[in-house]
């Protein structure tokens, strides 16, 4: 007999609790698993992220009841997307189409909450101020353990079938089960961004020149995320000087209607920056493991994608260890389900994602990549609506 453990036990522990992590819990504890979310950071503080939904993930909240909330909260509907490519003006206009409405870019501050909050509703337990720091196995490699450090430094050990990585895109989580990278990307671009008042609220604009990017997010609270784009390599070059005035240089040269708007505009002492960093796609379960969001698959931010196939990759997830859950046990061979189809569904928007942010394009070259994304977006959200042949989760 087996000698008695005393450790709790989860059936899943989730490391990470926003969009990716919480969706996960959320979608697992409504399918009837006994979930356990740990994350360092508090309830509702903000990331660095310029968090704009597109089709797919507007999709995935609707049919997880979520998005009346994302609504109420204040969070505008997009009706439009303009594309300006030095003075051609693009705009495409987001029509209503079953579920989605529109587009909605809610600020991290309200929709990892949310999603956080309503996957407690459904019995998940969320720690925060617990980090994830190591996972037992059995000798032939399978996790039986994590370790956790709980908010007063206290170590410990808890019992469960999965650990899902779902901490970010330097996941701790991949690094102890060992999860390699599949494919790796060698383009980066930098951002700078800051919220402001006062901005166009006629929909996003995502704005180009040559080897630049800029562009308007409308959010919470009457403010958009104004933001500007530059290959990594470029920003490091000025990264000595003040950053606001790297902001304003690229806007100005990039989207002179919001470089006007912006220097006026309260807010830009509140600037933030990210200074890029490759793709890549990590294999995403082994035994007793799993990697959702940017933990297994990071990809460029300027195709403004991440949360989108977060909150995908959180549904692919949950359908594989609920349909191999037989008894108490979460099966590896359904888990694996979970790779392949990350895998194939991911394929297009990477590599697209990756020529664009390589800035080795003319306007007329970006604006047809843009038109390849689109159309991997339309697929995906076909994919999306397809695929969910009678899966149950919403509320
Ligand atoms: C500048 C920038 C702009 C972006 N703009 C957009 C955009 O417009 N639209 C879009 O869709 N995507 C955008 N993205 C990408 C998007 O932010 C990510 O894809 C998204 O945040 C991934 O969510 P996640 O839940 O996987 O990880 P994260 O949001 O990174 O969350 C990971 C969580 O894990 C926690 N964690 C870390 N270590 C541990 C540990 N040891 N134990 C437990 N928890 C841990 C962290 O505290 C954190 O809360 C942008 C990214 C950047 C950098």
Same mark, same amino acid.
């Given at each position: ?60 909240? *609707? ?14 509907? %997009? ?14 206009? %987001? ?23 309503? =996957?407690?509703?459904?019995? =998940? ?106 290959? =990594? ?50 294999? *995403? ?44 046990? %979460? ?24 020529? %664009? *942010? ?38």
């Amino acid at each position: 007999m087996a000698p008695h453990d005393p450790a709790p036990r989860y059936d899943v522990v989730v490391a990470g609790a926003r969009v990716a992590g919480a969706s996960t819990a959320l979608l697992l504890a409504r399918g009837g698993l006994h979930v356990l979310v740990v994350d360092p950071v508090a309830h509702g503080r903000d990331t660095l992220s310029t968090h704009a939904l597109m089709r797919g993930g507007v999709l995935q909240l *609707a049919h997880w009841g979520v998005l009346d909330a994302v609504k109420a909260a204040g969070t505008p509907r %997009i009706g439009r997307t303009t594309f300006h490519y030095g003075p051609r003006v693009v705009p495409v206009e %987001i029509e209503p189409d079953g579920d989605i409405d529109g587009l909605y870019a809610p600020r991290r501050t309200v929709l990892d909450a949310i999603l956080a909050d309503a =996957a407690a509703d459904v019995g =998940a337990e969320l720690r925060y101020g617990w980090a994830f720091e190591d996972v037992r196995r059995t000798p032939n490699g399978h996790v039986t353990h994590v370790v956790v450090r709980d908010e007063e430094g206290v170590r410990r050990s808890i019992r469960t079938d999965l650990v899902v990585g779902a901490d970010g895109m330097r996941s701790r989580v991949a690094r102890r089960v060992g999860a390699r990278a599949t494919r790796t990307t060698t383009h980066a671009t930098a951002s700078v961004y800051a919220h402001l008042p006062g901005m166009p609220e006629d929909g996003y604009h995502w704005c180009f020149e040559d080897g630049l990017a800029a562009g308007s997010i409308p959010t919470n609270d009457a403010e958009a995320c104004v933001f500007v784009s530059l290959p =990594a390599a470029r920003f490091h070059a000025v990264r000595g000087r003040n950053l606001q005035e790297v902001f304003l240089d690229v806007l100005r040269r990039t989207a002179p209607e919001l470089f006007e708007r912006a220097r006026g505009a309260g807010g830009l002492e509140r600037l933030r920056a990210f200074p890029g960093a490759p793709g890549f796609l990590r294999e *995403a379960a082994g035994p007793g493991w799993a990697l959702v969001g940017d933990a297994g698959y990071f990809k460029d931010p300027l195709t403004a994608h991440g949360m989108t196939d977060a909150l995908r990759d959180a549904e692919l997830l949950a359908r594989a260890v609920l349909a191999g859950r037989r008894g108490p046990e %979460i099966f590896d061979d359904a888990l694996l389900a979970y790779p392949r189809l990350r895998d194939v569904l991911s394929e297009g928007v990477f590599e697209v994602t990756d020529r %664009i *942010a390589s800035f080795a394009w003319s306007l007329e070259e970006v604006a047809k990549l843009h038109r390849v994304l689109s159309r991997e977006m339309k697929a995906e959200v076909e994919w999306l609506r397809r695929s969910r042949d009678g899966m149950r989760f919403a509320a």
